[in-house]
Each structure stands twice: as structure tokens, then as C-alpha cells.
DNA sequence: GCGGTTTAATACTGGTCGTTATGAAAAACT
DNA sequence: AGTTTTTCATAACGACCAGTATTAAACCGC
């Protein structure tokens, strides 16, 4: 019983979404965000709670909404096609919306405030799980031979990760798509060759 | 003639790089820096201006107390031994001191407010600048046989400047020398092979 | 040692931050 | 229709932000 909400609240975290994307969590002020939503201030502390709460909630919605290429690439058959999938949907995602470039991930909170360190840990928290993930895709394709016996997965892993988050800094800094996808191109150059696919070139 | 400064003004300035390197600019207070320097505020405004202005004097005495091994690799034989030493320096100095991990130029401002955009691009700046140096190395190691004539070195020095920033942002997250000493060997185990050096390995 | 000049320390400014109290408007239940 | 409950909009809260006015202390040349 009572009066209804009168805005759409996924619409809403859409928008703040869209807010924090580009100017990461401290970055954001309630102006920003209300201005975005539409919505007053007190229909947000309401609906979501305080700012690290409505930050979080975005972050889910960022996940769901853009990151589906993760489990995408994760059921792909080759370790490459799986490394090829994630950095190339990434450059995509990075330089699709002009007006907040780069991944939601990164630009939240690199550095800033001890207030903030939570919200920094948090993120962290969910690359290190997406990372989790990509070194168990790789063990299994190391098992299936896909990978050769010298490859470490967690380090591969970690090198993919690593063109991820340098990529979506210099998407941030407005590099174009097509530069962006050179560099994935050239990551995936010198990818290592398993005893199953000895038939694949070297040198792309 | 008048009173002299009781206090060393590089020794304070290093002191404040600090405090950016570890919560950023925007994410720096006031509070912070007095403390750290153990000068008080005025005392920053007479020596330094304003809080964009300290940052930028931070950043300059940033690259020439740390990014010396740029230059020095620009000045190595060939492309792979620029790009090792850039990778491996850089590992170092982001894991070096554990209180401010990463680097000051992605730590200072990836995101944030409208207010802090001269010092985001700023930034940008000189990391643009660092990747021109190291495409025109590029082109050089191209001209000279020591790089492939499929070689891109736009992509090549993007590639490389990626897997700086990205290591970056994993060591402000608490990643181990060991394990970005391994993204750096792997990031360079593809490096693509000129005329001159055919006999080089093709993996590590 | 005395006047002129620069630095140092304290305290304050207007503005913005995240958060919340308050009272009016609207919907559902009796 | 009347009552209750929830949402809405305005406006306020204390805290902190970057930046500064003010006054006392230290140094110089004389």
C-alpha cells in the first residue's frame, strides 16, 4: 500500500551507471547523478541506499549489462579464442560510447581518498575473480594440450588482464578503435602454440 | 633581504609526489599534503601556487627522479631491448615502495570531476608524448633491419605502453614483482624478429 | 638595534560534499 | 470518504574542500 515510485529504477541505475563510467566513484557528486536521473536526491537514498551502496548496484548492473562477453569467451574451444574474444569485445565495449570511454571497472577507482578505499577494494576484488576464471580456462586448455606444457596459465591470465586494463586507459585517453585493436592484434601475435594446433603460424 | 624558508622545497615536493602517487589528485587533500610535508598550508601557495600547479611540479620532479630509465632505453640496440628495459624498469619502480604502488601518471587522474580535466589531459600528455619517443625508436629499429617490415610501430609502441599502464593498475592492486616480471616475459616472448636477427628464438 | 621585508602559524572564507529532516502530494486499504 | 502509508520536493545539516586574510616571528641592510 502507499504511492508508487514514479521512476523506472533499472532506467535510473542506467544513468548512474553511464555518471560514474566516466568519472569513476569520487568523481560523482549527487549533482552529477541526480541531474543524470532525473530523480532527486532522496528518491536515490531511498531506492539504493547511500552512494558506495548505489555504486555497487551500478557495478552489478555494468557487469550484466556489457560484460556478457566474459562467459562468451570462456566456452570458446581455444585458449586463444578465448583471449581474442575478451580483447576484442573489450576494445568494442571501450570506444562504443564516446562520452564515457574506457571500462566502468577502471576509471571507478584506481587511487583517490582513504573514504573510498571499500569501493577500491571491491573492484579489485571482481577483477581478481574474472581473472580466477580466465587461469582456470587456461589450465584446462593447458590439460587438453590446447596450451603446450611450458605455458603458465596464471601468467597468461595475468598478461591478458594486463592488455585489458592498459587498453581501457588508453581508451579513456581517446584512443581510437582501430588503434586499440592493432594493439590486441599484436597481444595476440606471439601467443603460444600447443601440441594439439602445431599446424598454427607463428607470427600471426 | 626577509626571512628564509625553514623548510627544503624539493624535500617537501617529494614528499607530496608521494601522497599523489598514492591517492592521486583529486583524491590528495590539503590535509594530507601538510601533513606529509610537515609545512603548512600557506606555506604550499607561496612556494608551489595552487593545487594543479603543486601537482604538475610533482609530475615534472615524478619523471626525472623515476622515469630515468626511459631515456636510457631509447638508447639500447635494439627494439626488444628498449621495450625489456621499459617493461622491467617499470615493473620495479611500480612495485618498489609498497605505500604508493603503481605508477603516479595513472594513479593522478584516470577519472574524475569536471574540475580536475586540465590535469587529466595533462597526463595524457605526457604519456602521448612517451609513446611518440618510442614509436619513432620503433621506426628507427624498422629502418634498420632490427624490426620486420610488417612490423607496425604505432601498434608496437602502443602494445608496449598498454602493458605499462596495465601493470600499473595491477600493482596498484597489491600484484606481486614475481607476477608482473612474468606478464613482461610474456608480453615479450612474440617479439616480432627483423632481417638482421632471424636467428633469435621465436618463444622465449 | 632599528626599519623593511619575507616567511610562519592560526584561523577563517565561500562553496561543495554526502546525507537527512520536513512537510506536501498521491496512492491503497478500511 | 477517511485513514494510513509511501513517495516526492525543498531545504537544511555538519564536515570537509581549496584557497586566503591576518598577525607574529625571523632575517636582512643600515
Same mark, same amino acid.
Given at each position: 500500500?502507499?504511492?508508487?515510485?514514479?521512476?523506472?529504477?533499472?532506467?535510473?541505475?542506467?544513468?548512474?551507471?553511464?555518471?560514474?563510467?566516466?568519472?569513476?566513484?569520487?568523481?560523482?557528486?549527487?549533482?552529477?547523478?541526480? !541531474? *543524470?536521473?532525473?530523480? $532527486? %536526491?532522496?528518491?536515490?537514498?531511498? =531506492?539504493? +541506499?547511500?552512494?558506495?551502496?548505489?555504486?555497487?548496484?551500478?557495478?552489478?548492473?555494468?557487469?550484466?549489462?556489457?560484460?556478457?562477453?566474459?562467459?562468451?569467451?570462456?566456452?570458446?574451444?581455444?585458449?586463444?579464442?578465448?583471449?581474442?574474444?575478451?580483447?576484442?569485445?573489450?576494445?568494442?565495449?571501450?570506444?562504443?560510447?564516446?562520452?564515457?570511454?574506457?571500462?566502468?571497472?577502471?576509471?571507478?577507482?584506481?587511487?583517490?581518498?582513504?573514504?573510498?578505499?571499500?569501493?577500491?577494494?571491491?573492484?579489485?576484488?571482481?577483477?581478481?575473480?574474472? !581473472? *580466477?576464471?580466465?587461469? $582456470? %580456462?587456461?589450465?584446462?586448455?593447458? =590439460?587438453? +594440450?590446447?596450451?603446450?606444457?611450458?605455458?603458465?596459465?596464471?601468467?597468461?591470465?595475468?598478461?591478458?588482464?594486463?592488455?585489458?586494463?592498459?587498453?581501457?586507459?588508453?581508451?579513456?585517453?581517446?584512443?581510437?578503435?582501430?588503434?586499440?585493436?592493432?594493439?590486441?592484434?599484436?597481444?595476440?601475435?606471439?601467443?603460444?602454440?600447443?601440441?594439439?594446433?602445431?599446424?598454427?603460424?607463428?607470427?600471426?
Amino acid at each position: 500500500m502507499g504511492r508508487h515510485r514514479e521512476f523506472d529504477v533499472e532506467k535510473v541505475l542506467d544513468a548512474l551507471l553511464c555518471v560514474f563510467w566516466r568519472k569513476g566513484y569520487e568523481g560523482a557528486s549527487y549533482a552529477d547523478l541526480t !541531474e *543524470a536521473a532525473g530523480v $532527486e %536526491r532522496p528518491a536515490l537514498y531511498s =531506492a539504493f +541506499g547511500n552512494k558506495e551502496a548505489l555504486f555497487r548496484r551500478a557495478l552489478d548492473r555494468y557487469y550484466e549489462r556489457y560484460m556478457g562477453f566474459i562467459p562468451e569467451a570462456l566456452q570458446l574451444p581455444t585458449a586463444r579464442e578465448v583471449a581474442a574474444h575478451l580483447l576484442y569485445c573489450s576494445v568494442d565495449l571501450n570506444t562504443r560510447f564516446p562520452d564515457h570511454a574506457g571500462c566502468l571497472n577502471i576509471n571507478g577507482a584506481l587511487a583517490g581518498s582513504d573514504e573510498s578505499e571499500t569501493v577500491r577494494q571491491a573492484l579489485i576484488d571482481v577483477r581478481a575473480a574474472g !581473472e *580466477a576464471q580466465l587461469r $582456470e %580456462r587456461f589450465e584446462r586448455a593447458k =590439460a587438453e +594440450g590446447d596450451l603446450p606444457e611450458t605455458a603458465k596459465p596464471d601468467a597468461l591470465a595475468a598478461f591478458v588482464m594486463a592488455i585489458l586494463h592498459g587498453m581501457a586507459v588508453q581508451a579513456k585517453a581517446g584512443f581510437s578503435r582501430e588503434m586499440l585493436n592493432a594493439v590486441v592484434e599484436q597481444a595476440l601475435s606471439t601467443w603460444p602454440v600447443g601440441a594439439s594446433r602445431t599446424t598454427a603460424t607463428a607470427k600471426a
